[in-house]
């Protein structure tokens, strides 16, 4: 369904060249829920927001659904309807001014899918477990949870075949997670979406995902399946420093890493 | 439940409200809690729980429109309350310190680090002169581990120069260099990398092993709590849950507690839905467990 | 203000959380926001204020109890307080309150069409500039950079000369040299607003830069224009006025409230008045459009809602 190919991003900040992904290569088959792992500025983002089209500079291959995607042009409207997107802070992703009905029907209106429009309202709200009592609400009169399933509703609405998650989890409280990502593995199942799912948080990937990347410094450090990151078999030595920092705060492992860290550059 | 003889910190019926044009708004009624020399106290609830507020009463940083009232607000024998503000920003910086989850706010983005660090050492003693104030600004930065080739040039380094990590030991030296006798940690990691937050965490714990220095951990997140604190104090709505042993705390009692527990998805967990969090109304009024 | 406070049940279906249509929802807001905004005393004041300037321009003419131009050089420069002319006269006999009463309607034309006019041009040049980037930005900001390079009046003067002396000239000519500030609120607004992931989902849907710039920046710009526009007003009405003294904007007889102070400096030191009365209505009115507009900006300003 997805496949990179040696994905490089580059990107030009001030008079410093940054290269924010390295040759990145991998594959996503149809129905499969795919994650990418790693700490801010690995670079997982970046190669989900290039395969988007968010971000049009980038250079390798990428093909989708059979599809060749020719890079810095804008993408057809076709590839819009068949790839959607979640983002991490729903305070952010909606607009202040917009009330859910309107949030909703602009995507149908850009892809002349009017006719039925309530009905598409109406299912699509119920479908992310939101009531229609919601319909005609503003961001503010909303919880963050709330928020993100209006989010997760505007991507739905127009029937994509992919879904991409960029942390859609982690401004979320813990009990609000797991009600989305219960959402996410029911709509997965119900709508026989692939998704990519890029988050820091091993354990949420770990729980959504067959198969993941573990990315540092722009690279795929390590490719993983749910198996071994269970069993705990992983080879890398970033990987395992990772894993055991999911497990909460040990006096050792901390010790370990403590030594010969590095201070500059590179903002959390 | 503060009746712990050698308590440094003890919080007995706190309630902080605010006045809104709507009405009052709540945000910590009757908590109490009490902190001991060299001990770790975890408080972690989800956003609006009172955690933040609950930490910010003891500083006396409640502003208006909020309003705080508590029955017992006491540290090592002096009562908060009645304290005047002049002799409570004394005590403040001194013997009680706060870190935010955020570096980059609390640095002088205009200030060199070295010299923030130095203005806050000699405003704490006046008689300080600049050099002695320069020697242990650079002993401090030291002792929160920063390698002894990076301490001089994060000394002489601008805030936005510093990466998250490197940025928030600044702040924990700044502010553990005066000796503080509590340390009040808001979210002091949840910004930072998980391997960088192993690092910060392992300096705070030093810190509390070397100086017995008492630690308040404002956390959401209950498996580091539960892993770096010795107690737990689970908040819900304002209110206290349940507090317990750090260890023994996978085994809480209170179904709040045992809720979020369970929503958190696990590396090892099934694959199957998280259980979901079902709130009891009664929580919201009963007594704490 | 008691006759705007709606019966409960109305009140309950504008605050409902749950509204059953687009137009509940906008109501529920609307009302919202003026909640927020009669909290605000100051503001209110310079509400009303301006409400009773659209009240003045609508009956002062009918209000006025003499004609605004009718000369009668035997009562020349009475001071207020005079029966049958309360404010005083002028240096030609004539009522300075009917003057006032009709020069009400003249001074919101002018505010009127000049932020008509101005708002929408600020709006659409800013956006577009700030939204599109690259060369279309560096083209639109330097005209923009032309016009404000140029001292107000004296651009507006030009183009005066140029078009000829009037009303509706004045207000072209100051309307001309007054969007500039608006466009680069609106840029500035925008270069923040398009990196929000809001705009990157209405990218993702598919979204033309055109249909982003209308339905996703504008409606977030339109009210910190807004806010300005009012703080400038001020502004605007004295730019008319130095317009009408230098004899370029309202001819005479007309009774502008700017051309009424200028005619009135004359007689500054003997009969304080004839200057002073239109003085302080400008002041007021000036007052109440930056009291109104400091209300709007805390109402308005959707980083200020919760």
């Not at chain 2, 007995?12 to 009052?24: K, M, S």
């Not at chain 2, 080739?149 to 380094?157: G, I, P, Q, S």
Request: charged share 20%; proline share 6%.
């Amino acid at each position: 369904m997805i496949a990179i190919e040696d994905l490089q991003v580059t990107f030009q900040a001030g008079a410093r060249t940054v290269r924010a992904v390295r040759g990145v290569s991998l594959s996503v088959a149809p129905g499969e829920v795919f994650g990418l792992v790693g700490e801010s500025g690995s670079g997982k983002s970046t190669v989900l927001r290039a395969l988007s089209g968010l971000n049009p500079d980038w250079t390798g291959r990428m093909v989708v659904a059979g599809e060749d995607l020719p890079p810095g042009r804008r993408r057809p409207k076709a590839f819009h309807k068949r790839v959607q997107m979640v983002f991490q802070d729903p305070f952010a992703s909606l607009h202040p001014r917009q009330t859910v009905d309107i949030a909703l029907s602009e995507p149908l209106r850009i892809h002349r899918m009017t006719d039925d429009m309530d009905g598409r309202i109406e299912r699509v709200l119920t479908d992310v477990g939101l009531d229609r009592s919601f319909r005609f609400r503003y961001p503010h009169q909303l919880s963050g949870g709330q928020r993100q399933r209006v989010a997760i509703a505007r991507a739905l609405i127009l029937e994509p075949a992919i879904l991409l998650l960029d942390e859609p989890t982690s401004a979320l409280d813990v009990s609000v997670q797991a009600e989305i990502l219960n959402l996410l593995r029911r709509l997965r199942a119900e709508h026989d979406l692939t998704m990519m799912l890029v988050s820091h948080n091993l354990a949420v990937v770990g729980h959504m995902c067959g198969r993941m990347a573990v990315m540092k410094e722009g690279r795929v450090v390590e490719p993983l399946s749910v198996a071994q990151l269970r069993a705990g078999t992983v080879a890398d030595p970033y990987t395992r420093q990772l894993l055991r920092a999911a497990e909460g705060y040990d006096r050792a492992v901390a010790a370990e890493t403590l030594d010969g860290s590095p201070g500059f550059g590179g903002g959390a | 439940m503060a009746e712990d003889t050698n308590a440094l910190l003890e919080i007995e019926d706190l309630r902080v409200a605010f006045r809104t044009p709507t009405g009052v708004v709540e945000a910590v009624r009757g908590v109490s809690l009490a902190v001991a020399r060299g001990e770790r106290v975890g408080i972690v609830g989800e956003s609006g729980s009172g955690k933040s507020m609950t930490g910010r009463s003891v500083l006396g940083l409640i502003r208006p429109p909020g309003e705080m009232r508590a029955a017992r607000l006491s540290f090592d024998g002096q009562d908060l309350r009645s304290l005047p503000e002049r002799r409570m920003r004394r005590l403040r910086g001194r013997r009680l310190a706060m870190i935010l989850q955020d570096p980059t706010y609390s640095l002088n983005p205009v200030m060199r680090v070295g010299r923030q660090i130095t203005e806050a050492f000699r405003t704490a003693d006046p008689s300080l002169s600049r050099r002695a104030a320069r020697d242990r600004a650079l002993a401090a930065l030291a002792r929160v581990r920063i390698p002894r080739h990076d301490v001089a040039r994060v000394y002489d380094a601008w805030p936005h120069e510093l990466s998250g990590g490197m940025g928030q030991r600044v702040m924990i030296a700044m502010m553990v260099a005066l000796g503080p006798d509590l340390l009040i940690a808001d979210e002091p990691t949840s910004a930072l990398d998980v391997t960088v937050q192993m690092q910060v965490l392992a300096i705070l714990d030093d810190l509390v092993r070397e100086t017995g220095m008492g630690l308040m951990f404002i956390s959401h997140d209950l498996n580091l709590v539960a892993s770096f604190c010795d107690r737990v104090v689970v908040m819900y709505a304002g209110r206290v849950m349940e507090t317990c042993a750090a260890a023994d705390l996978h085994a809480a009692r209170h179904p709040y507690t045992r809720g979020l527990l369970a929503a958190l998805p696990s590396i090892r967990g099934s694959h199957g839905d998280l259980p979901v969090l079902a709130r009891d109304p009664g929580w919201l009024e009963g007594a704490p467990a | 203000m008691s006759g705007t406070q709606p019966t409960p049940g109305l009140r309950a279906w504008l605050m409902t959380e749950a509204p059953a249509s687009r137009g509940q929802a906008r109501l529920g807001e609307l009302f919202r926001s003026w909640l927020r905004f009669r909290r605000n005393p100051l503001a209110m004041a310079g509400l009303i204020t301006i409400a009773l300037l659209i009240l003045i321009a609508a009956v002062g003419p009918w209000l006025a109890p003499h004609s605004p131009t009718a000369q009668n050089l035997d009562l020349r420069l009475l001071p207020p307080g005079t029966e049958g002319h309360w404010l005083g006269t002028d240096g030609l006999g004539r009522d300075i309150l009917s003057r006032l009463l009709h020069g009400g309607r003249i001074t919101l034309t002018i505010v009127i069409m000049v932020a008509v006019i101005v708002a929408p041009v600020g709006l659409l040049i800013g956006t577009v500039a700030g939204y599109a980037g690259g060369v279309i930005d560096v083209v639109l900001m330097r005209l923009t950079d032309i016009f404000l390079a140029f001292p107000r009046l004296i651009l507006a003067l030009a183009l005066v000369a140029a078009l000829g002396p009037g009303i509706e000239n004045a207000v072209i000519a100051i309307a001309l040299t007054t969007w500039p500030p608006y466009a680069r609120i609106a840029r500035a607004e925008t270069l923040t607003i398009r990196r929000s992931d809001f705009i990157a989902a209405a990218r993702l849907q598919g979204a033309s830069p055109a249909r982003i710039v209308v339905r996703q920046v504008i409606p977030l710009c339109t009210s910190s224009v807004i806010v300005r526009v009012t703080l400038d007003m001020a502004g605007i009405i004295l730019t008319a006025a130095g317009l009408g003294f230098l004899g370029l904007g309202a001819q005479p007889p007309t009774p502008e409230w700017g051309a009424m102070v200028a005619d009135g400096r004359k007689y500054l030191l003997d009969h304080w008045w004839v200057a002073t009365v239109p003085g302080i209505a400008i002041f007021v009115v000036a007052l109440g459009f930056n009291l109104l507009g400091d209300g709007l900006r805390d109402v308005l300003d959707p980083r200020g809602e919760r």
